[in-house]
């Protein structure tokens, strides 16, 4: 059986190894005291997407309190944890690199703060592709791209792909019905129906992916080994053949639920992904791309839900959304389907977190009771729940780790700890999305929000079909708006085209997504404001 080795997963080859850097880095006369894997984590910390961070929703958009969590202060936080899961399984890295063959060839003595460090950086850039106002701007972003209007003035396919065919539905008039044409694919047809994918369902860390792989010229250049951990979603947004398809939604594996990179940095991610001997998802076409996780991919991961559960917990409490010493008893969430989830909570959120507090020994409920603010209790408890977590969660980690080697195992760690400590975050969820996600304000800045993206957007977007050689006369409203459009997001030269390809009018849309998903929220908004007549 094919099990991933640890002298190729940390490999130190950085992404300018691709060429795909415009100026050539030249070797500094400094010894650089850093590893590879903390000068990672410094690129990261001191990048532009990074510092927008500051200025992009966690939970509650445009916060008026300057303790509420930012996408920044929250990838801070992350990285902490993600640090402290570095420390843990290095040990057990440093012992499987000396079983390994090419040992001799490590070019790098790893320590345990190298091990921290990498996956630190990670957790760092983990949220750095997110657009403004967090998921309600990527819902904003792939909802206009599912506008038909859209894409019939642009760039529509006339084709669908079921079971490996090209179906194109054409109208029959003469019996008032819609037949469907089969013939084969040709790769140009799969390539551009993935790329059609990209759009229709935005993803952030698609978007990551192409921030962390496309700025060695600007100060971002990181070893692959970073790029694989960060990787949650190795696979294109599309596959023509899927072994998940069929699956219910809970039995797909955990790292196919999404995708991770776009068609345009498709080469770069498959041959960082061979280069780190990442396992090949079985039973996929020849076009596809799917492989399974980074095992460190499965740390990060776990550093994420354990910090933004107990941040967004205290964000409610900071904001007396939610009473810590208060019963709610039963209670209903709606979700996404309109179905609703019970939930009936018999004991104070304050009683569930000592629960799992009390699992580490350092935990004294005298010193709990000693603080009379309870934001200060709520900082303690929050610090004991997060230090149980890790704990739990690495010995998950552990007890799979032979299954997460060889690509077996396909959860989220945090879902394979002590079932008692799971049902008790399940409690802790279910009050977090009753009285924080669902609070009123959060719920009209998050519509707010889908309506500034979805408009910049549409806005924008009527320059990607502009094609002057081609003879397009475009309105006066386009060309404005396309002057709007900073330098590096403006269209290449077309001035050797006939027409504009798919690909082509792609490429420019990525452009455009690369200007909006960049901005902050208040420049997101600043923005709509102005150009819709709101501010002058």
């Given at each position: 059986m ?6 190729k997963?940390l ?12 100026i050539?880095?030249?070797k500094?006369?400094f ?7 903390e000068?990672d984590?410094d690129?990261i910390?001191f ?5 927008r ?12 309190y300057?303790f ?6 929250h990838?801070?936080?992350?990285a ?5 899961f570095?420390k843990?399984?290095?040990?057990k890295?440093l012992?499987e690199i000396?079983k390994?063959?090419n040992?001799d060839e490590?070019?790098h ?16 850039a983990?949220?750095?592709?997110n ?21 019939e ?6 084709y669908k ?13 003469s019996?008032n019905?819609?037949d469907e044409?089969?013939e ?8 551009d129906?993935k790329k ?5 369902n935005?993803?952030?860390?698609a ?7 496309s ?11 970073l790029?694989g951990?960060?990787t949650k979603?190795?696979k294109?947004?599309y596959?023509v ?18 995708y ?7 080469d770069?991610?498959?041959n960082?992904?061979?280069d780190?001997?990442?396992i ?13 996780r980074?095992?460190?991919?499965f ?19 900071r904001?007396n959304l939610i ?9 209903k969430?709606?979700k ?5 989830e019970?939930?009936n909570?018999?004991?104070s959120?304050k009683q ?5 507090a009390?699992?580490?020994s350092s ?12 934001k ?9 729940v997060i ?7 690495y ?17 989220a ?13 399940k ?20 519509a ?6 979805n408009n910049l957007?549409e ?14 006369k475009?309105?006066k409203e386009?060309?404005?708006f396309?002057?709007l459009l ?9 001035s050797?085209?006939?027409e504009?390809?798919?690909?082509e ?12 998903s ?5 420049y ?7 150009i819709n007549?709101?501010?002058?």
């Open positions: 094919t099990k991933m080795q640890w002298t997963l490999s130190e080859k950085r992404i300018s190894d691709y060429s795909v850097c415009k050539k880095e030249k500094s006369n010894d650089d005291p850093r590893s590879p894997f000068r984590f690129q910390i990048s532009y997407p990074f510092r961070l500051q200025d992009k929703t966690q939970v509650i958009p445009l916060p008026k300057d509420v969590h930012t996408r920044l202060t990838s801070l936080e992350v902490s944890v993600g640090r402290s570095g843990l399984v290095a040990e890295i012992t000396k390994e063959q040992y490590i070019i003595n790893y320590t345990k703060s190298d091990i921290g460090s990498l996956i630190a950086a990670a957790c760092l983990h949220d750095i592709g657009p403004p106002f967090g998921h309600s701007g990527e819902d904003a972003i792939s909802n206009y791209f599912r506008n038909e209007s859209f894409f003035d642009n760039f529509q396919l006339k792909i079921k079971e490996g065919k090209k179906v194109n539905s054409i109208y029959d008039y019996n019905k819609w044409l089969t084969d694919l040709s790769q140009n047809d799969i390539f129906y059609h994918q990209d759009l229709l935005f993803e952030g860390n978007n990551g992916f192409r921030i962390l792989t700025n060695c010229d600007k100060g971002i250049n990181p070893t692959i080994a790029l951990t960060f979603y190795p294109d947004s596959l053949k899927n072994p998940s398809h069929g699956l219910n939604k809970d039995d797909i594996p955990k790292s196919q639920t999404k991770g990179f776009f068609q345009n940095e498709r770069i991610f498959k960082v992904a061979d780190l001997g990442l090949k998802v079985d039973n996929i076409s020849d076009e596809d791309i799917a492989y399974k980074h095992p460190l991919a740390l990060m991961e776990a550093s994420d839900d354990i910090a933004y559960g107990m941040i967004d917990f205290e964000d409610g409490c904001l009473d810590i010493d208060k019963v709610y008893g039963k209670f969430v709606r996404n389907d309109n179905k609703f019970d939930y909570l018999e004991k959120s569930i977190l000592i629960e799992i009390k699992k580490d935990f004294s409920k005298d010193k709990l009771n000693s603080f009379n603010d309870t200060q209790q709520v900082a303690y408890l929050r610090a004991k230090n149980v977590l890790i704990h739990l969660t010995d998950a980690f552990e007890k799979h780790y032979d299954d997460i080697m060889t690509g077996k195992f396909d959860k760690l945090i879902d394979c700890i002590d079932k008692e400590v799971t049902d008790n975050l409690l802790m969820k279910g009050l977090i999305r009753k009285y924080v996600y669902h609070y009123q304000p959060v719920l009209e800045c998050e707010s929000g889908f309506k500034v993206v957007i806005s924008l977007a009527m320059t990607s079909n502009i094609c002057f050689v081609c003879g397009d475009p309105t386009a060309l404005k396309k002057q900073p330098e590096e997001y403006q269209p290449d030269d077309d050797d085209k006939e504009l390809s798919y690909n009018k792609y490429l420019r849309m990525l452009k455009i997504l690369d200007f909006v960049g901005m902050t929220d208040k997101a908004l600043n923005l709509y404001k102005k007549g709101m501010e002058y």
